[in-house]
C-alpha cells in the first residue's frame, strides 16, 4: 500500500479547482496500477495554504505562523476539497484509509504550540470538540465507507473534552495515529494515558503507528539509538496497530521496500488480526430450506483486533465446479471479539436456499471483507489450503 501527504496548496490543479493536481495524480496512478492507497491533506502554517486563502484566514497575533483552523474560512476550503476527494476516490475499494489532517503546526497532527497562544485567539475545550466533530463529519460523510484515521492529538489535547472525543471517534469508526509512540521517549519511560492514550484505547479502536519521517538511520527508522527491529517489537507491544506507515519520501520509502523486505515480511504477518482456520465440522446431510450450524474453531494470531463484523459465506459446488448456492452467516462471537493471541470457538447458523435441487455438493467456507465498494472481497484468511477465491474446501455435503 503506498501512502502520500501533501499540504493542501499542493491539491490546487493548474485550471483552477482540484483537477489535475499533483496528489491526485500519483493517487489515481497507483490506483490505476493496482495499488491499495492512502492519503492526509495538511496545512502547518498560512504557507501551505492556497494563495487566496492565506489573506482569508486569520492567524494568530502571538504566533504568525499558525492558522486559526476553525475559521470559516479555512473550514469551508477544506470541506470543498474533501468533497471533491470523496466524490472522486471514495468508491474504489483501493482507498485503503483516509488520515484526517488538515489541523495543527506539525504535519496535520492535531498539535497547537505555543499552545497559550491558540488559548489567547480562542481555542478552549468547547472550540476544540467542535472543531474535531467538524473534521471528523466531513470525513465520515466524504468516505463512508474507508477506514478513517486521525492523531491521537486529538484526544490528549481535548482536556476536559477528552471521553467526548473519544466516544466520537468511536461513534464514526475512527481510528487513532500515533507518530512515534506517543511522541517518545522510546522505551525508557512511558507517558501517562491522558498524553499518550494509544496504550489503553487500542482495544476500542484501530490503530496507524507512523515511524517515518526525517529521523536519519535506516530510512528515518532510527530514533534514539533503537533499530527497525526494536522500534516494531515496542510498538507492536504498546500500539498494537492495525497499520504501519514507513519511509520519509519516495526515495526512501522504495529503499526500504528493497532493503527491508524480510523484516517487513515478518512483521507484516502479526500486523492487524490475522485469522487462522483451525477446523470446521457441519452435518453430511440437509435439507434444502432448512437450517443448520457449522461449527469451527480459529485462531488470531495477529496483535489487534478484527474491530469489525465480517460475515461468513458458504458455497455449494456442484459436480462440474460451477456454484449453485450460497448461504451467508455471522459467526457468534462476532469477528470483532476474536481477541489477538487467542482460540475461539464459533458457532454459525446458516438456511439452505429453499430452490436447491438435492444432491451432492461441494461445500467451501470463506469470510467476507462486508466491504460494499466490493461485496465478492474476501478476508485473506493465514491457513493454507484457499482456492483463488479465498474458500475453503470442507467437503461433501448431501441436500435432500
Given at each position: 500500500?503506498?501512502?502520500?501527504?501533501?499540504?493542501?496548496?499542493?491539491?490546487?490543479?493548474?485550471?483552477?479547482?482540484?483537477?489535475?493536481?499533483?496528489?491526485?495524480?500519483?493517487?489515481?496512478?497507483?490506483?490505476?496500477?493496482?495499488?491499495?492507497?492512502?492519503?492526509?491533506?495538511?496545512?502547518?502554517?498560512?504557507?501551505?495554504?492556497?494563495?487566496?486563502?492565506?489573506?482569508?484566514?486569520?492567524?494568530?497575533?502571538?504566533?504568525?505562523?499558525?492558522?486559526?483552523?476553525?475559521?470559516?474560512?479555512?473550514?469551508?476550503?477544506?470541506?470543498?476539497?474533501?468533497?471533491?476527494?470523496?466524490?472522486?476516490?471514495?468508491?474504489?475499494?483501493?482507498?485503503?484509509?483516509?488520515?484526517?489532517?488538515?489541523?495543527?503546526?506539525?504535519?496535520?497532527?492535531?498539535?497547537?504550540?505555543?499552545?497559550?497562544?491558540?488559548?489567547?485567539?480562542?481555542?478552549?475545550?468547547?472550540?476544540?470538540?467542535?472543531?474535531?466533530?467538524?473534521?471528523?463529519?466531513?470525513?465520515?460523510?466524504?468516505?463512508?465507507?474507508?477506514?478513517?484515521?486521525?492523531?491521537y492529538e486529538v484526544i490528549a489535547k481535548a482536556w476536559s473534552?477528552?471521553?467526548?472525543?473519544?466516544?466520537?471517534?468511536?461513534?464514526?469508526?475512527?481510528?487513532?495515529?500515533?507518530?512515534?509512540?506517543?511522541?517518545?521517549?522510546?522505551?525508557?519511560?512511558?507517558?501517562?494515558?491522558?498524553?499518550?492514550?494509544?496504550?489503553?484505547?487500542?482495544?476500542?479502536?484501530?490503530?496507524?503507528?507512523?515511524?517515518?519521517?526525517?529521523?536519519?538511520?535506516?530510512?528515518?527508522?532510527?530514533?534514539?539509538?533503537?533499530?527497525?527491529?526494536?522500534?516494531?517489537?515496542?510498538?507492536?507491544?504498546?500500539?498494537?496497530?492495525?497499520?504501519?506507515?514507513?519511509?520519509?519520501?519516495?526515495?526512501?520509502?522504495?529503499?526500504?521496500?528493497?532493503?527491508?523486505?524480510?523484516?517487513?515480511?515478518?512483521?507484516?504477518?502479526?500486523?492487524?488480526?490475522?485469522?487462522?482456520?483451525?477446523?470446521?465440522?457441519?452435518?453430511?446431510?440437509?435439507?434444502?430450506?432448512?437450517?443448520?450450524?457449522?461449527?469451527?474453531?480459529?485462531?488470531?494470531?495477529?496483535?489487534?483486533?478484527?474491530?469489525?463484523?465480517?460475515?461468513?459465506?458458504?458455497?455449494?459446488?456442484?459436480?462440474?465446479?460451477?456454484?449453485?448456492?450460497?448461504?451467508?452467516?455471522?459467526?457468534?462471537?462476532?469477528?470483532?471479539?476474536?481477541?489477538?493471541?487467542?482460540?475461539?470457538?464459533?458457532?454459525?447458523?446458516?438456511?439452505?436456499?429453499?430452490?436447491?435441487?438435492?444432491?451432492?455438493?461441494?461445500?467451501?467456507?470463506?469470510?467476507?471483507?462486508?466491504?460494499?465498494?466490493?461485496?465478492?472481497?474476501?478476508?485473506?484468511?493465514?491457513?493454507?489450503?484457499?482456492?483463488?477465491?479465498?474458500?475453503?474446501?470442507?467437503?461433501?455435503?448431501?441436500?435432500?
Open positions: 500500500m503506498v501512502y502520500t501527504r501533501h499540504p493542501r496548496r499542493a491539491w490546487d490543479g493548474p485550471d483552477g479547482g482540484f483537477e489535475g493536481s499533483a496528489p491526485l495524480a500519483l493517487l489515481e496512478d497507483w490506483m490505476a496500477n493496482g495499488r491499495h492507497v492512502a492519503f492526509r491533506i495538511y496545512a502547518n502554517g498560512p504557507d501551505d495554504l492556497p494563495a487566496p486563502l492565506r489573506g482569508e484566514v486569520p492567524t494568530l497575533s502571538d504566533a504568525k505562523d499558525d492558522i486559526q483552523y476553525w475559521a470559516d474560512a479555512y473550514l469551508e476550503d477544506h470541506r470543498r476539497l474533501v468533497e471533491f476527494l470523496g466524490a472522486r476516490l471514495g468508491g474504489s475499494p483501493l482507498l485503503a484509509y483516509v488520515d484526517i489532517g488538515g489541523v495543527g503546526n506539525t504535519g496535520g497532527e492535531w498539535h497547537f504550540s505555543p499552545r497559550e497562544a491558540f488559548i489567547a485567539d480562542g481555542l478552549d475545550d468547547e472550540t476544540h470538540l467542535a472543531l474535531v466533530r467538524a473534521f471528523v463529519l466531513m470525513y465520515r460523510k466524504a468516505f463512508p465507507h474507508a477506514r478513517l484515521f486521525i492523531s473534552k477528552r471521553q467526548e472525543v473519544f466516544a466520537l471517534l468511536r461513534e464514526n469508526d475512527v481510528g487513532i495515529r500515533d507518530d512515534g509512540l506517543g511522541g517518545w521517549p522510546f522505551p525508557e519511560r512511558s507517558p501517562s494515558a491522558g498524553t499518550w492514550p494509544v496504550p489503553v484505547r487500542w482495544t476500542e479502536a484501530p490503530v496507524l503507528f507512523e515511524g517515518g519521517g526525517e529521523g536519519g538511520g535506516v530510512y528515518g527508522w532510527t530514533l534514539q539509538g533503537k533499530q527497525p527491529r526494536q522500534i516494531l517489537d515496542w510498538a507492536f507491544e504498546q500500539a498494537h496497530p492495525s497499520y504501519v506507515n514507513i519511509g520519509g519520501s519516495a526515495t526512501a520509502s522504495a529503499a526500504a521496500g528493497r532493503e527491508m523486505a524480510d523484516l517487513l515480511v515478518e512483521y507484516g504477518r502479526r500486523l492487524g488480526y490475522r485469522f487462522v482456520l483451525l477446523s470446521a465440522a457441519c452435518p453430511r446431510k440437509i435439507g434444502a430450506g432448512r437450517s443448520f450450524v457449522l461449527d469451527t474453531t480459529w485462531a488470531n494470531r495477529g496483535v489487534a483486533p478484527c474491530y469489525a463484523d465480517r460475515p461468513l459465506e458458504l458455497s455449494f459446488s456442484d459436480a462440474d465446479g460451477a456454484v449453485a448456492a450460497k448461504a451467508l452467516g455471522s459467526p457468534e462471537p462476532r469477528t470483532s471479539q476474536w481477541a489477538p493471541g487467542g482460540t475461539v470457538r464459533v458457532r454459525t447458523e446458516f438456511r439452505l436456499p429453499e430452490d436447491l435441487a438435492p444432491g451432492r455438493y461441494v461445500l467451501k467456507l470463506r469470510m467476507l471483507l462486508g466491504d460494499p465498494r466490493d461485496p465478492d472481497a474476501s478476508v485473506a484468511i493465514a491457513s493454507e489450503g484457499a482456492d483463488a477465491e479465498g474458500r475453503f474446501t470442507l467437503g461433501l455435503i448431501h441436500v435432500r
